[in-house]
């Protein structure tokens, strides 16, 4: 039963995410890539309706990767982050400049 949940919700994403990339007013990669996250969530839960007993099977495997991969980027965004607040920091602000 969770796998058809998961297959559906799955498919669902795909098709807002296929729309918010034809819909949305950002450059050609950043809208590509909308494109491509929302065909390979799609395939994904077509696979998962397809063939729910694999599905059962890889399912915790895929939610590992898919963790680990998340992970990977939000740290990555934090280090961005902090380093675009360091080099902020590290200059006066433009009123302080002109009155110098």
Request: avoid cysteine; proline fraction near 4%; hydrophobic fraction near 55%.
């Amino acid at each position: 039963m969770l796998v058809l949940v998961i297959g559906i919700w799955a498919i669902a994403g795909g098709i807002v995410e296929i729309a918010n990339g034809f819909g949305s007013g950002e450059t050609a990669g950043t809208r590509a890539m909308y494109i491509l996250t929302g065909l390979v969530a799609m395939a994904f839960g077509v696979l998962l309706l397809a063939r729910p007993g694999v599905g059962v099977v890889t399912l915790a495997l895929l939610f590992g990767l898919f963790s680990l991969f998340y992970g990977i980027s939000r740290i990555t965004l934090g280090v961005q982050l902090h380093q675009l607040h360091q080099r902020r920091s590290v200059q006066p602000p433009p009123a302080l400049k002109t009155a110098a």
